[in-house]
């Protein structure tokens, strides 16, 4: 019993190392819901994306990647911290929404932690994994699904989450936020002045501009 006590506490040292070492890495964030309560993290490379999951609940987290926005036909991951030891699992659903464990686990668990209000998930995979059941994560815009649930994935699956869900319009790999402008570009700014910003999710403001004239074919490049 020492033995194994000790062995216990020199995983939960290496796994904080792993932490530290990861979040360094993520670079870009989004909050997936009004309220704050999910908030998603994301680094990659040319190869493999690494995600972050910080949601308020002490159960199960999901992370999908979909079509349009619907759980149908979506690539799915769930997991969370269960009396202290984190999991995870790659899922899809078909379409007619019903979810299926993936015969092929391509996310890879990196940490898991919680307190007594979050849970904190690291995990990564490669951004084509040649799986019929995974989503390609390209430089286009990605529909992403969340859900959280109170309770943790048990013996008989995972609980249906009711209204602890929603979706957002993601660019992993491209989320513009590279300052590089090519010497010699015209810069033309288009603002909204005093336009009030209501407090919901999302809102489509629309205003004419006129463009400056121009003499010769240009193109917008941002």
């Given amino acids: 019993m020492r033995a194994r006590g000790l062995w216990g506490a020199v995983v939960v040292v290496l796994a904080a190392v792993r932490v530290e070492v990861r979040a360094r890495g993520l670079e870009h964030s989004a909050a ?19 995600f972050e999951i910080e949601a308020e609940t002490r159960g199960y987290v999901g992370f999908g990647l979909s079509p349009n926005g619907a759980m149908a036909s979506a690539d799915l991951v769930i997991g969370g911290v269960a009396d202290g030891v984190p999991y995870l699992q790659d899922y899809f659903a078909d379409s007619n929404r019903a979810v299926h464990k993936d015969p092929v686990q391509n996310y890879r668990l990196l940490y898991g932690r919680e307190n007594h209000t979050h849970t904190v998930l690291g995990f990564s995979r490669d951004l084509e994994t040649c799986d019929p059941n995974d989503r390609a994560i390209t430089g286009s815009t990605m529909r992403v699904i969340w859900a959280l649930h109170r309770e943790d994935v048990g013996p008989s699956g995972t609980q249906y989450h009711g209204a602890n869900r929603g979706r957002k319009s993601l660019r992993f790999l491209n989320p513009g936020t590279s300052t590089n402008i090519p010497p010699g570009t015209s810069i033309y700014d288009m603002r909204n002045v005093n336009v009030p910003v209501p407090d919901k999710d999302t809102t489509y403001w629309c205003q004419m501009f006129k463009m400056p004239e121009v003499q010769k074919k240009h ?3 941002r």
Avoid at 32 to 50: E, P
């Fill in 32 to 50: 997936l819901d009004a309220g704050g309560r999910y908030v998603l993290k994301w680094g990659f490379n040319g190869t493999s994306i690494t």
């Fill in 219 to 221: 193109h917008i490049i």
